[in-house]
């Protein structure tokens, strides 16, 4: 097992451990993230509503771009040229940027999968595509962020085993094909670095996806599998959270817990929602992402200390009170949940930026005080004291 | 005639003229305003796609909401419960609200005038309503912004004399009836506040509105009424940039500026393009407002200094420069143009704001400019400069 040839620029340094639950800091080409974290999703290099300074102030140390959407409007091709995603959506510090997996399979119809790759028709344009593993890297490497995750073959929650299996196995090899095409444009980039006298353009590392389903067998084969594939920067845990119970979501974590090194980065694939990002850290988890609290943000729903609060409720009308009144994000700080109300109720813009950045910022700071609960021995009364509130919906008082 | 009763909270220092261009400081009871200037509009107490801080940080000092929407959404009387428009936008500094009477007079087929008032229909729900100029003051008083405007009677901006006429004699009869309501409330409020031991609670100016169409003799009879009738803190020039030729307006602010003292300010209603606000200073204006920066940022369209850029061009899908290479503005000091178009073309929020922001940042960086040219005696060469290059249009590069 070799570093991959941009290790050096990576590192994840370990710093407390409290049960499986983990602080460390992953060092990349870009900065460093203090883990556990949530990584705020701008699918089409911009977090929905949201300013770049919006989510430094909000203290965001690392966000999500989607290499699917990119592809297909601006064009990778068109990001590489302006120099990149970095000074593209002017964000400095780290970036991931999905594969398209997940996207490529939400099509459904519009999609035909075979060995070599999935072909499928732009929700766009309905214009015909292919993406293989290959191609993804190309357009992952085009857009360069600083991590990248494999193309994998991504299934439904529920699927039986059968399916499971055939999706892992595929994924399996689709990494090995992933891992070829990125070593070669490193190689191609080195040269061309050379050649100019500069180094290669960007520093990036790839994630393979453990994938497998809710089948525990599948999980720990296609862990130790991608162990032996290669000595990897860090790990994703992917296919959960797409329909599956929670209890089987979970249960997959404690499954896949040990058969990952303990040294490196783990980033829990499209969960997002509080109690889920809570569970997932004592479960080992570092890293999470997930659209929700922008998409339920612009739906009018703000996570808060005491549950949801659907700003949209009539009970809200005259009330002077912040979303969440623990809460010191500029929204809380600001403005009242009857102004807030108001916003929604009248089509106004500032409203869905106003709680996206709410939700944001309540995301980042639970797991700001997580990583503060595992340092100081304490994340296990943390996690009891917050996870009943959290289960609580649509509370307005 | 003698000075209003809230007038000791307002103050107007002319600081120097160039020509008929006036530099100045407006004081208000929240704050000072350096005229000429520009004020962003919050029709429903929100500048479309802004904060609070985006519109401090592009230094404006002043803007405006919209008695006519906030009546109808969320309530006059529910913002006053929540501590003022001041408080429950959470803007400090001065604010202004229009009457309605632009509003009302706009719904054309939904509206009955008649010497009392106006009776209209709710542009949200069909509900019937009624405003006169003492429930205008009512609303405006709830509301509680600094500067209040008259409800006037507002017409088409190439009526003919007699109708011109017809309206703006009402506006003069309003605006007695305007300022005895306004004047009553403020008695009760006074009465109110010494019976609690505090002040009354929002310190107003009552503005009237100079109107008279395109008609030099009505402008001049419409001044003089008005001046007969009290002693203003301020004064509105209404009926202009309503479908009149653009000479026609110039030429009624040549006709009014004698007519007006020349201690007060004067604010010209809802001109906003930058080559009025340079035509208009020149004339004497000292504030301007219009939603056209943030109505046209929302439209992709960008005012910079070598005239309009629309952003959803083609040809500025690779274009590595900022809208306008001069401009300090977050937008330019950050973004491409490319970035700014894939924004528009993949309908994200972020750069509705974005451009809006520009456009704000723009009007009010011209009538800086502008000030400080009239305070060094160059406002003639400033505005030579200006006028060709802002008058081109859809200029891509």
Redesign the interface.
């Known amino acids: 097992m070799t570093q991959p040839t941009t290790g050096a620029a990576f590192a994840f340094a370990l710093e407390a451990t409290d049960g499986d639950a983990r602080a460390a800091t992953f060092s990349t080409p870009h900065g460093a993230v203090q883990t556990p974290t949530f990584m705020p999703v701008g699918t089409?290099?911009?977090v929905?509503?949201?300013?770049?300074?919006d989510l430094r102030g909000a203290g965001a140390s690392m966000i999500l771009a989607n290499a699917y959407h990119l592809h297909l409007?601006?064009g990778d091709e068109?990001v590489r040229?302006?120099?990149g995603l970095h000074r593209?959506?002017?964000w400095d510090a780290p970036i991931l940027t999905d594969s398209g997996g997940f996207q490529v399979f939400s099509l459904e119809t519009l999609r035909t999968v075979s060995e070599e790759g999935v072909e499928f028709r732009s929700h766009i344009d309905g214009s015909k595509r292919f993406f293989s593993p290959e191609s993804v890297m190309r357009i992952e490497r085009n857009l360069g962020a600083d991590v990248i995750m494999q193309f994998d073959h991504v299934i439904p929650g529920q699927s039986e085993e059968s399916a499971a299996r055939d999706a892992s196995e595929r994924s399996l090899r689709w990494l090995e094909r992933c891992k070829g095409e990125f070593d070669r444009l490193e190689m191609v980039e080195h040269a061309e670095g050379d050649a100019h006298g500069a180094p290669p353009r960007f520093q990036q590392a790839l994630f393979p996806i453990v994938q497998g389903g809710i089948h525990a067998g599948l999980r720990v084969a296609a862990a130790r599998a991608i162990r032996s594939a290669g000595d990897w920067v860090g790990y994703g845990i992917g296919g959960l959270s797409v329909g599956e119970a929670k209890p089987d979501m979970y249960g997959m974590l404690e499954v896949v817990h040990p058969e990952l090194p303990a040294d490196r980065p783990r980033y829990l694939m499209g969960v997002g929602f509080p109690e889920d990002l809570i569970e997932g850290v004592r479960r080992g988890v570092d890293l999470f992402d997930c659209v929700a609290p922008t998409r339920m943000g612009r739906n009018g729903t703000a996570f808060t200390s005491a549950g949801r609060v659907n700003v949209k409720r009539q009970e809200l009308?005259?009330d002077?009170r912040p979303l969440d009144e623990g809460c010191d994000c500029?929204t809380c700080r600001?403005?009242?949940r009857?102004?807030l109300?108001?916003?929604y109720?009248?089509d106004?813009?500032?409203g869905?930026?106003?709680l996206s950045l709410h939700n944001v910022h309540f995301l980042l700071n639970l797991m700001r005080e997580a990583r503060r609960a595992i340092l100081e021995g304490r994340f296990d009364a943390y996690s009891r004291d917050w996870l009943p509130r959290l289960s609580q919906r649509t509370v307005s008082e």
Chains 1, 2 share one sequence.
């Not at 929905?48 to 300074?53: A, G, I, S, V």
């Open positions: 089409l290099a911009t929905k509503t949201l300013d770049p300074d409007r601006p068109l040229a302006l120099g593209f959506m002017h009308r005259a002077p500029p600001r403005f009242s009857a102004y109300r108001h916003l109720v009248s106004e813009t500032l869905l930026r106003l």
